[in-house]
């Protein structure tokens, strides 16, 4: 069955810390995968999105890894800031069909002062 | 470019009843696709249409349909309305064109209350 599954479900960090969010996912066959934010009330924001062949891509301060290999992908988010309070949602393309996305539960992360 | 529209924002209905949800999608989109968003289920793919016709379908019972019209804006219609159906609905437009890399762009979403 394809899964996404996302790790931690939730997380409290001091502005200005780095964290790391993870995305381990059992879809096949795999055509990419992408990062999205999402507000509190509002639609998700695409961040990044890497095909199988790409290890790494960055969006200013959110830098995203995939290892195709072993199937995970993680979410760095660098000198946080109170407005990156949001929920990240990691979210796979399966090769099989047209925009036919396959979404984790998400991590809801809040940025404390 | 606007982005992606959706109406209405918010809406309130009982059971038994059917609503219709409308999406307009960022101009020269031609791939319209729609989720529903629970705290306990989180994003579930519906169904995405491109050109007027049904591309792809999610796990929903028959009471979840949807349509797209010759502007590629596009209605989802659920009928008998169930508790559980208490949801954002996310319709989300990409070109639609070759392969799934198509990034799709999400509207701000309806909220569904169902008493």
């Known amino acids: 069955k394809n899964q996404v599954e996302q790790s931690p479900q939730s997380l409290i960090i001091l502005e200005g810390k780095n964290c790391t969010l993870q995305c381990n996912y059992t879809v096949s066959p795999f055509s990419n995968l992408r990062w999205y934010k999402q507000d509190t009330g509002r639609g998700p924001v695409s961040l990044t999105i890497m095909t199988f062949s790409e290890n790494t891509k960055s969006n200013g301060r959110y830098t995203a890894t995939l290892d195709a290999d072993t199937k995970q992908s993680s979410l760095h988010i660098t000198a946080s800031q109170l407005s990156d309070s949001a929920s990240y949602i990691c979210?796979?393309?399966?090769?099989?069909?047209?925009?036919?996305?396959?979404f984790g539960a998400g991590t809801r992360l809040a940025v404390h002062p | 470019k606007a982005g992606v529209t959706q109406t209405p924002r918010y809406l309130i209905k009982t059971r038994g009843q059917q609503v219709t949800l409308s999406c307009s999608p960022i101009s020269g989109h031609r791939s319209v696709s729609w989720y529903q968003q629970t705290p306990g289920q989180g994003l579930q793919f519906l169904f995405e249409?491109?050109?007027?016709?049904?591309?792809n379908k999610g796990n929903f019972p028959g009471r979840f349909s949807g349509r797209q019209f010759s502007n590629s804006r596009s209605e989802m219609n659920v009928s008998t309305l169930e508790l559980g159906d208490s949801a954002l609905y996310l319709c989300?437009?990409?070109?639609?064109?070759?392969?799934?890399?198509?990034?799709?762009?999400f509207g701000p979403g309806t909220r569904l209350t169902v008493l």
């Open positions: 249409y491109f050109s007027e016709t049904q591309r």
């Open positions: 989300a437009s990409s070109p639609g064109q070759g392969s799934s890399y198509n990034e799709q762009f």
């Open positions: 979210v796979v393309s399966d090769a099989g069909g047209y925009n036919k996305l396959i």
